[in-house]
């Protein structure tokens, strides 16, 4: 009798893309509600639109690509991309800011490149870069976190505002927001003021900003997670964080008066969203084992200097876009020896 022989692969894959993306989603609960708890209903609104923009988008994309919808369109890839955008947007941002957004990340930065397993830059960074570039003005409407004072949104309010452009009587759009600790430290550090004066506002907690800290800490909660399910490796992550945190250090020896310290870098901004949801893309980034530790590496010292000397108050953004150009390079230059094989002499 003659039996079929199949080709291999023979076993099946522990996690496929769908499985892998899903767990991304999961782990970033913690840290979504945290930040809903503390900036309001702009967290969840933004990731409605991100999401559902990004599943349209693709669905459209894969259509005129002649490629199977509904098979790569349920992949979560899409979601995740909307999701990671939202969440670096400004609570208050107007309804099409993350629409903007979310098409530029999944059209052009996704698409344009083959789709899933070809962008070489990650696309929820690429559409965030483009409005912080193009609408610096909406990229600034942070709400005060809760418990500082200041007038907060309700929900009916907030959709008011967010889809018609109407504010509660008698309240101006500048009562609502207020800049991020990170935003005051470098203003004002810019100004000539030093950190024991500054850190005097209400906005700042024990070692970052008032629930940036714990936003922080649920996301590198959900980060380990990831970790231990072996979704992600090590490396960035630990490169990203070491790199930032040392650099960060040295500074703050030299003068801890003038730059702020490992902890508030640690606990403020993007930090931990960017170490183990954002740099840890498997597309963009470096791929082999000394690679990845280089890549976070740059990424961190590159986060630091934007954020000490640059223009902007938080450089997660530019840190991971610049390191994905690096990416190919450094995978070149820190390929491991094939087994049986010698290192070549030049």
């Not at 609570?91 to 052009?108: C, D, E, K, N, Y």
């Not at 889809?163 to 005051?184: E, K, S, Y």
């Not at 934007?306 to 938080?314: A, V």
């Not at 390079?329 to 094939?338: A, E, H, L």
Request: one cysteine or more.
């Amino acid at each position: 009798m003659e039996f079929r022989t199949f080709s291999s692969p023979h076993l099946s894959p522990v996690a496929n893309v769908s499985v892998v993306m899903q767990r991304v989603l999961y782990a970033l609960v913690p840290g979504t509600l945290c930040a809903w708890w503390f900036f309001g209903w702009g967290i969840i609104m933004n990731i409605f639109i991100c999401c559902v923009t990004a599943v349209a988008a693709e669905a459209v994309m894969l259509r005129i690509r002649n490629r199977p919808v509904r098979e790569q369109a349920g992949d979560y890839s899409a979601v995740v991309t909307g999701m990671l955008l939202a969440l670096a947007l400004p609570p208050l941002a107007p309804w099409w800011l993350p629409v903007i957004g979310t098409l530029f990340a999944i059209v052009i930065a996704k698409h344009l490149y083959g789709g899933i397993g070809y962008n070489p830059f990650n696309p929820a960074m690429v559409g965030y870069v483009v409005l912080l570039i193009s609408f610096p003005r909406e990229m600034t409407l942070w709400p005060p976190p809760a418990g500082i004072e200041g007038y907060h949104l309700s929900l009916i309010q907030y959709l008011d505002w967010n889809w018609l452009g109407n504010l509660p009587d008698g309240i101006a759009l500048d009562a609502l927001t207020r800049a991020t600790p990170m935003d005051m430290a470098k203003t004002e550090l810019g100004l000539g003021n030093m950190l024991s004066e500054i850190k005097v506002s209400p906005i700042f907690g024990g070692f970052g900003g008032k629930g940036w800290e714990l936003v922080n800490l649920f996301f590198l909660a959900g980060g380990v997670w990831l970790l231990y399910k072996g979704t992600i490796r090590w490396q960035i992550p630990t490169g990203m964080i070491g790199g930032l945190f040392l650099v960060s250090l040295i500074f703050y020896i030299i003068d801890p008066d003038a730059y702020m310290s490992p902890l508030f870098h640690m606990l403020s901004g993007a930090t931990m969203l960017g170490a183990f949801f954002i740099a840890t893309d498997p597309v963009s980034a470096s791929t082999t084992p000394r690679g990845r530790l280089i890549f976070g590496a740059g990424a961190g010292i590159i986060i630091y200097v934007i954020r000490t000397w640059g223009g902007y108050p938080d450089g997660v953004a530019f840190g991971v876009l610049l390191m994905n150009m690096a990416a190919p390079t450094i995978d070149y230059y820190t390929r491991p020896r094939v087994f049986g094989h010698q290192r070549s002499e030049e």
